[in-house]
């Protein structure tokens, strides 16, 4: 077993680095199976959020090296792409060993790079763990289909096969589930894929490459790239690249969407969302509140299935005072400090952009019932804080509403009945997920139907499925024609083969006797 007792130790090199005023070590690729240094001449700066202390510099990595990265994968997926499910799945089998004893390693990079509080790092690791024990069911997820004797003698038989290399990009707000979204599955299935993390917090990533290369996958099966612009264009025009996985924002999902698949290329991207929960009056008031509160302000708002939009319906809003107070003994604290339940967001810009759409929230004629715009953590007075929030008397034109704030605030809108809520979810654009709190069957069976939301919760206000299923988030949540995860996912890294064979029965010649027990 491995012991990430350092976490620079894999993501980040002790040599100068070409930054001539900076002295923080540069964080490395990894390209065939070990740590690469870059020889990029540009860096982005890597940062602590709960400190904002510069702890690493990003390279952009060159364009040799994002061709030395796709070479390798080419060369890899020659032999990869032939070994047997059975070995494939072995060597996920081992990798979801590793994860689970080395969870506490990588919850705390995740914490030191993303700021999210160390049970929610853990969380983060855990989610996406199971992603890959799901992975070991490759056996029944690649079958295909046999149809024999469609005409006389002939057989039709339709296989399911890898595409060759494939490339994911990944988002700041979860380091280690979302790469374990795509790389497991992408390599289980026979393919090999280049990675690139956030550029602001890649050492989960990074960390999980050394896993399953002591997992047994193969030297150039899983190569891992750094970068922005340049990079993301890279892995959008190289036609060696068949296929696309993409979570993050809705300019960059679109961007990319567009771009690969004008080249040709399988795109699946997930992008922004305001999920809604509505609560209905005759709904637990405790545990409904009590759910919004965790479903709104965890991780500090950023994620794409957090609850940031609640809907009042009737009487129900007499609940909001009672809702204001839970938020307001919520501790904001560095993510790693016990009895946090927030901590920072991921840079000075996010908190910024927070900031000022508090502010418009104001000047729209919105009311503030809790302000965090002025939260200081004493400990940690450079860290990117914002306390909780709650915006209420929110109209569909404000700002707070139409944006995802992405950060730890709650907009409240009330409406009279169900049927209106219902109306205000679906004439949002996007279709990420919702959620209702009822204890009306009745009531929960007609939301299900009526709402136009790709994945709903009933009193579960974060609806992400499990892996067996699939992340089915729609409209505008979501470009692509086949989702993350579950068979979905799997299929979105595999094409279908189909072949048609004729033996002739007069043709068949009589075997010899055999008495060993028959091998496959």
């Known amino acids: 077993m491995l012991r990430f007792s350092n976490l620079n130790q894999l993501t980040i090199s002790a ?248 080249n040709g290329k399988r795109v699946q991207s997930n992008m922004g969302a305001k999920n809604h929960g509505v609560v209905m009056p005759d709904a637990n008031k405790e545990n409904a509140l009590n759910q919004l509160i965790g479903a709104a302000f965890g991780a500090a708002g950023q994620r794409c299935m957090a609850l940031t939009t609640a809907v009042f319906v009737g009487e129900s809003k007499n609940w909001i005072p009672d809702l204001v107070e839970k938020a307001r003994k919520l501790k904001v604290n560095a993510g790693h400090e016990p009895g946090t339940d927030i901590g920072p967001v991921i840079s000075k810009d996010s908190k910024k952009r927070i900031h000022d759409i508090i502010d418009k929230s104001y000047k729209e004629g919105a009311k503030v019932l809790l302000d965090g715009r002025e939260i200081v953590v004493e400990k940690y007075k450079n860290g990117n804080f914002v306390g909780p929030t709650v915006i209420s008397e929110v109209k569909p034109d404000m700002t707070c509403y139409k944006e995802e704030i992405f950060g730890p605030a709650l907009v409240i809108l009330c409406v009279d009945t169900l049927n209106d809520a219902i109306d205000l979810i679906n004439n949002n654009p996007y279709g990420n997920g919702t959620a209702i709190f009822t204890t009306n069957g009745a009531t929960a069976r007609k939301f299900t139907h009526d709402i136009d939301v790709g994945q709903v919760g009933i009193n579960v206000p974060i609806p992400v499925p499990l892996p067996m299923f699939s992340f089915t988030g729609s409209r505008g949540s979501f470009l692509g024609d086949t989702n993350f995860y579950g068979q979905n996912g799997f299929n979105f890294y595999t094409q279908l083969k189909t072949v048609t064979s004729q033996w002739r029965s007069e043709d068949a010649t009589p075997e010899a006797i055999q008495t060993s027990f028959p091998r496959m």
């Open 15 to 262: 040599r100068a680095t070409y930054r001539l005023y900076s002295t923080a070590p540069t964080v490395k690729l990894w390209i065939d199976n070990k740590p690469v240094e870059s020889k990029a001449k540009e860096f982005i700066d890597l940062y602590n959020p709960a400190t904002n202390e510069l702890i690493g510099l990003v390279p952009k990595t060159t364009q040799e090296e994002m061709t030395m990265a796709v070479e390798s994968s080419k060369k890899a997926f020659k032999t990869w792409s032939k070994t047997t499910p059975l070995l494939r799945q072995q060597v996920m089998l081992k990798l979801q060993q590793l994860i689970k004893e080395n969870m506490k390693d990588l919850a705390a990079s995740v914490t030191r790079e993303q700021g999210k509080t160390l049970p929610d790092a853990e969380g983060d690791v855990l989610r996406g763990l199971q992603v890959v024990e799901h992975a070991c069911s490759v056996t029944f997820m690649q079958m295909g289909h046999t149809l024999p004797n469609i005409a006389k003698d002939i057989d039709c038989t339709s296989y399911r096969i890898p595409l060759g290399v494939t490339a994911g990009i990944c988002p700041f707000n979860f380091p280690a589930m979302i790469p374990l979204w795509m790389f497991p599955l992408a390599t289980v299935a026979g393919n090999t894929m280049i990675l690139k993390p956030s550029e602001k917090d890649p050492g989960a990533a990074l960390m999980l490459a050394e896993l399953a290369r002591q997992a047994g996958l193969p030297d150039g099966v899983l190569n891992i790239i750094h970068g922005q612009h340049q990079a993301v264009d890279f892995i959008c025009d190289d036609p060696a690249i068949r296929a696309i996985s993409f979570v993050g924002s809705d300019q960059a999902g679109t961007y990319i969407y567009r771009r690969g698949t004008q």
